[in-house]
T-cell receptor, first 111, second 116 residues
């Protein structure tokens, strides 16, 4: 039972344009949502998070939007850079001891 | 440097030959966890530990054991590996956040295991 779903396995964007990565979840008990970024041969690294009581969190070029009624969140990267090319994992947690991850979306930013 | 260290990074073994993947963190984190990454399935939690001597099953614990005798170490043990345990494994750790914080994980670089 995948409680966190990333339905797009891959996304290709031109440098300078916006990248939008989507994530859906099924468990309304999740209280935190996180995005991790993974380069080849490395472990995932934390990118940005959002609490379930907020609908937006911004950090530089990265913004995460949360729509609780739709059980949907998205990560916006503006402007996209070639160095952003990586696999992005959406994650959700509750009670700080059970983090569920999506399958990941491979982002390619073309120069 | 604050980090999570896993060993070995790569391993090819045969069915039934016991193996241990070590994990060590130098950040004094209370929480540690093991994940496996498989194509199309993302990261699935195998076991986690909230503190020393406290471990709990994640989503896919079958065929694995763990122990948490010291705060810094959280080894993953495959008593009798099988081909379906061929995967990329990640160890992760975090401070257990309070009610106002997200549980941000620091991951190791991964261990690619192949069971023939």
């Amino acid at each position: 039972d995948q409680q966190v779903k990333q339905n797009s396995p891959s996304l290709s964007v031109q440098e300078g344009r916006i990248s939008i990565l989507n994530c859906d979840y099924t468990n309304s008990m999740f209280d935190y949502f996180l995005w991790y970024k993974k380069y080849p041969a490395e472990g995932p690294t934390f990118l940005i998070s959002i609490s379930s009581i907020k609908d937006k969190n911004e950090d530089g070029r990265f913004t995460v939007f949360l729509n609780k009624s739709a059980k949907h969140l998205s990560l916006h990267i503006v402007p996209s850079q070639p160095g952003d090319s990586a696999v992005y994992f959406c994650a959700a947690s509750y009670n700080n001891n059970d983090m569920r991850f999506g399958a990941g979306t491979r982002l390619t930013v073309k120069p | 440097e604050a980090q999570v260290t896993q060993n070995p990074r790569y391993l090819i073994t045969v069915t039934g030959k016991k193996l241990t993947v070590t994990c060590s963190q130098n950040m004094n984190h209370e929480y540690m966890s093991w994940y496996r990454q498989d194509p199309g399935l993302g990261l699935r939690q195998i076991y986690y530990s909230m503190n020393v001597e406290v471990t709990d099953k994640g989503d896919v614990p079958e065929g694995y054991k763990v122990s948490r005798k010291e705060k810094r170490n959280f080894p993953l043990i495959l008593e009798s590996p099988s081909p379906n345990q061929t995967s990329l494994y990640f160890c992760a750790s975090s401070l257990v956040a309070g009610a106002s914080g997200a549980n941000v994980l620091t991951f190791g670089a991964g261990s690619r295991l192949t069971v023939l």
